[in-house]
Nanobody, 122 residues
Framework: QVQLVESGGGLVQAGDSLRLSCATS????????MGWFRQAPGKEREFVAA????????YYANSVKGRFTISRDNAKNTVFLQMNSLKPGDTAVYYC???????????????WGQGTQVTVSS
C-alpha cells in the first residue's frame, strides 16, 4: 500500500509561483504513475498533471499547460508540481494520487493524499 502526504501550498498573489511536494511510502514507488488533481469548493475534482513511473511521459490539463510542470525523484520517493504564473482560477485543494497506469481520470487512481490548499489572490 502507498501512503501520500502533500505539502507546499499557501496563499500567493496572481503571477506568483509555488512548488508542491508529495512524499510517498513504499519501496515500489517507481512502479506507480503519479497524478496531481485539484478541487475547488462546490466543484468536482479535476485532473491537473500526471507522470509515468519512470518519469518518461507526462500529461497536462489544457488549463495548466505551459505554466505547471510535474516531476518525480524516485530515489527520494517524491513527486513535485511546479506551478508558475498562478491565477485566481488555480485556487483549490491540490491532491496527489497513485495508480498502476498513467492516465487522467480521478476515478481510476487508487491511493490519495490528504490535500494541500492553494489560494491565489488577485
Amino acid at each position: 500500500q502507498v501512503q501520500l502526504v502533500e505539502s507546499g501550498g499557501g496563499l500567493v498573489q496572481a503571477g506568483d509561483s509555488l512548488r508542491l511536494s508529495c512524499a510517498t511510502s513504499g519501496r515500489t514507488f517507481s512502479a506507480y504513475a503519479m497524478g496531481w488533481f485539484r478541487q475547488a469548493p462546490g466543484k468536482e475534482r479535476e485532473f491537473v498533471a500526471a507522470i509515468s513511473g519512470s518519469g518518461s511521459r507526462t500529461y497536462y490539463a489544457n488549463s495548466v499547460k505551459g505554466r505547471f510542470t510535474i516531476s518525480r525523484d524516485n530515489a527520494k520517493n517524491t513527486v513535485f508540481l511546479q506551478m508558475n504564473s498562478l491565477k485566481p482560477g488555480d485556487t483549490a485543494v491540490y491532491y496527489c494520487a497513485a495508480d498502476f497506469i498513467l492516465n487522467t481520470n480521478p476515478g481510476s487512481y487508487i491511493y490519495w493524499g490528504q490535500g494541500t490548499q492553494v489560494t491565489v489572490s488577485s
